[in-house]
């Protein structure tokens, strides 16, 4: 039974590769677009990482100027209370100073490793846009191929001497054949239109010329 799902499974996958290898035949350019929108995704969410690590890195140095800062209240607090004799608040403050130094130390190694990534992360970014905009050309330069070499199919076509052989005349040939036609059809029109206009013009001029014998 377990054969059998197998060899099941293996012929659905090799009908499906053997589609999509079909499917990448007929339309490349279709496919090749699909892949430059999967790329731009996968940009897009190395930009948002990129924000990201930009806030931590931020917040990362606030909190460690914060820690100094206290580290060194502290360490003015301490001095103080040493001097006043104050043993309690001597001994509050230097342990407040040494915690806030203590995480100091460690968020100075957490903001040097941030910046790191970030340097990273950035150095990729700009890499992949780099990348994705190399894409971008390539893919315009196949789509000027592509209509080139379709132009020139279309071309080879219409221009096909055996083609045009088997029919009484060729495309251009009727085409032109038919603005012929037009032409004169338009040219009759018009000479027809202005005789008309011409011999009625006379007809009432020699009107005219009776009405003035006339009178």
Not at 115 to 128: A, D, G, H, S, T
């Amino acid at each position: 039974m377990t054969n059998l799902f197998t060899r099941i499974k293996n012929t659905v996958l090799a009908d499906l590769n053997e589609v999509l290898d079909q499917k990448e035949k007929k339309n490349p350019i279709t496919l090749l677009n699909q892949y430059l929108r999967d790329c731009e995704k996968e940009t897009e969410k190395v930009r948002k990482l990129l924000e990201r690590q930009y806030a931590l890195k931020e917040e990362f140095s606030r909190e460690y100027r914060q820690a100094e800062e206290l580290a060194a209240k502290r360490k003015r607090q301490a001095e103080i209370a040493s001097q006043a004799g104050e043993q309690d608040l001597y001994l509050f403050a230097s342990e407040e100073q040494a915690q806030y130094m203590e995480r100091a130390v460690r968020l100075k190694d957490v903001l040097n490793q941030a910046v790191q990534q970030l340097n990273e992360l950035e150095r990729k970014y700009e890499e992949m846009k780099h990348k994705l905009k190399d894409m971008h050309i390539r893919r315009m330069e196949l789509m000027g191929r592509e209509n080139m070499t379709r132009a020139q199919v279309k071309m080879n076509q219409v221009l096909d001497q055996q083609n045009v052989s088997n029919k009484s005349t060729s495309r251009f040939q009727e085409i032109e054949s038919y603005l012929d036609h037009l032409e004169n059809e338009v040219n009759s029109s018009y000479y027809r239109s202005t005789i008309d206009a011409r011999i009625a013009q006379l007809e009432k001029d020699m009107k005219k010329e009776e009405t003035h014998s006339i009178s």
